[in-house]
């Protein structure tokens, strides 16, 4: 079957490092995406990774191990407004073409 | 670039109304667009990948009487609710996937998406 799972909820400081965990089992992939969503609101896209290793991108960076099943998202610098959840998808093509399969979400709190 | 609009942002309607939602891609062509379906503190759920000019393809228990989903043209789809009863209140996005000009990593830009409350 397909699984995402990623940790529901974490609370982190501001300025500070946070890292968030997402594992996987799909029937295919080709690709994994982090999204930030604010409440009520859509997700935006914040990054993509195809082959294992590290993409970054600004404060963000997400990391890939195709063998473990395995991604993070981590995040520098914090700021209030990263206060958001962030959403794990991967993209298989086992089932409807280039569906994105998304986990539940990690909310993330940033803390003064 | 890549903006993908929805109407409405918010809908109350009475149950056993219909309610119909507009999926739009103001600065691309899409050939793909996709509905999904969140309910509070849950991940986003696919219900269903339309194609323009073709027949809407959903996933497994999602009712195709219930949600009509018409890719009218290039830059139009929607998703209408029939009969619309309260366990279908939900948060309910669209995604398009452009026809062709992008790099293709990032193939689906999400519109803002539509809250329904079914009374």
């Known amino acids: 079957g397909q699984n995402i799972d990623q940790p529901t909820e974490m609370t982190a400081t501001e300025g500070a490092i946070v890292q968030i965990n997402c594992t996987y089992q799909?029937?295919?992939?080709?690709?994994l995406f982090w999204y930030q969503q604010h409440a009520g609101e859509a997700p935006t896209f914040l990054s993509y990774?195809?082959?294992?290793g590290l993409e970054e991108k600004g404060r963000f960076s997400s990391f890939l191990s195709r063998s473990k099943g395995y991604s993070y998202l981590l995040l520098k610098e914090l700021q209030m407004k990263d206060s958001a959840s962030y959403l794990c998808a991967v993209r298989d093509y086992g089932g409807s073409q280039g569906n994105l399969i998304f986990g539940k979400g990690t909310k993330l709190s940033v803390k003064p | 670039g890549a903006v993908v609009s929805q109407h409405p942002s918010r809908v109350i309607c009475k149950s056993g109304t219909s309610v119909k939602i507009e999926c739009r891609s103001l600065?691309?062509?899409?050939?793909?667009m996709f509905w999904y379906r969140q309910f509070p503190k849950q991940s986003l759920m696919l219900m269903a990948t339309s194609n323009e000019g073709s027949k809407a393809t959903y996933e497994q228990g999602v009712e195709k009487d219930k949600f009509l989903i018409n890719h009218a043209s290039l830059t139009l789809s929607t998703l209408t609710v029939t009969s619309a009863h309260p366990e279908d209140s939900s948060f309910y996005i669209c995604s398009a996937r452009p026809k062709t000009g992008f790099s293709g990593v990032n193939e689906q830009f999400f519109g803002p998406g539509t809250r329904l409350t079914v009374l």
């Open positions: 990774n195809v082959l294992d």
């Open positions: 799909t029937s295919g992939f080709n690709g």
């Open positions: 600065d691309f062509q899409a050939t793909t």
